[in-house]
C-alpha cells in the first residue's frame, strides 16, 4: 500500500513539475509517463496533450506577430519613400503622423505639424480653413469622405502649392466610430501651371486663328474637318457647322476632280511626303469659283507622331484681277 502511494506522489510530482515548465515558457516539455500507473499515465498524457496545443498555439500566434512586424515595416517604408505628403488626423482633427515628404513639398518638417490641428497649421488658406473644417465634422459624423479634391496649400516660405489630396476613413473596432482619416497629398502645382499655360496659349491662338486675314483649316489624320476660321467661311458663303465633320468626299466647296487631288496630296502628305504648295478651284456657296493655293503643315503630338495638319489656304488672283486690284 504504502509502495502504490509512494508510485503516485512520484507520479504526481512528475506531472507537476513538467507543468511547471510549461507555464515558465518550455513548451518542449514532455512528461515521461513511463512507470505510472493507468491513471497517472492518463493524467500525463492529457497534460502532455494540453502542452503541445499551447505550443501550437503559440507557434501559430508568434508566425502571426512576425508577419504582422513584416507588414508594419513594409507600410512604414512605403510611408518613408513615399514622394506624396501622407498623413494621419484623429476625429479630433489633430496630425497624428506625417511623413518626411512634407519638408519637400511645402518646407515644413514633420514635427512642425504633429500635435497639431489641421486648421492651426498656417498650411491652409484662410478662406479654405471654414470650408475644409466643415467637409472634416460631416465626415467625422457621416463617416463619409469626398475621395480626391484639389486645393492650395500654403508653404512655410509662403509660396502657395497646388494638391490633389485623397482621403480614406480609419474606422474604429466596432466599424461604426471613426477613429480618424489618412490623407494622401500630391502636388500637382506644375500640372496645373501647365495647363494654365496650355489655356493661355490656345486662347492667344485661337485668337490668331480667327481673326488671321489668311484662310486655315484644321483636319485630323483621316481628313475631316475639325475647325476653320472666319475667313473661310467668309470666302466660301459657309457656315462652319455646314463644313466641320465632313472628310474629302463630303467638301461642298471642291469640285469632283477637287476632291481627287486633294485626297491624293493628303495622303502622301500622310506618308511623311513633302507635298509643296498646290493649287485648288474652290467653289462658294453661290457656285462662284475661285482659284486657291494649298499649303498644309503637320502637327505632331509629344511622340513625334502627326496628329493633325493645319491648312492655309490663299486665294489666287489672276491678271486682270491684280490689275482691278
Partial sequence: MKKEISRKESALRKILDGLARAAQGDLSTKINAAGMDTDMAEIAGACNDTIKRLRNRFDE???SRSQL???IRKQERIFDASRDIILQVNRYGIIVEINESVKDILGYKPEDLIGRHFAKSNAITNDKIGYLTGIFKDAVSSGKVTGVMEL??????????????STKSIRGGNRDEIEGFVVIMRDI???VNAEKALAES???????????PQGFMLLDTEGRILDVNKKICDWLGYRPEDIVGKDHILYPFLTKAGKI????KFMKRLSGETVPAYELEFITR?????????LAMPIKDDKGKTAQFLVMITP????DEKEKS
Avoid at 516660405?157 to 497646388?162: E, I, Q, S
Avoid at 453661290?286 to 494649298?294: D, K, N
Avoid at 489666287?316 to 491678271?319: A, I, L, P, Q, Y
Wanted: proline share 2%; hydrophobic share 30%.
Fill in 61 to 63: 500566434m508568434r508566425e
Fill in 286 to 294: 453661290t457656285r462662284e469659283v475661285f482659284p486657291g493655293q494649298i
Fill in 316 to 319: 489666287v488672283m489672276r491678271g
Fill in 152 to 165: 492650395e496649400l500654403v508653404g512655410r516660405d509662403g509660396a502657395k502649392y497646388c494638391i490633389e489630396a
Fill in 189 to 191: 502645382t506644375r500640372r
Fill in 202 to 212: 490656345e486662347k492667344k491662338y485661337r485668337k490668331i486663328f480667327e481673326n488671321s
Fill in 261 to 264: 487631288t486633294a485626297m491624293r
Fill in 69 to 71: 512586424e513584416d507588414l
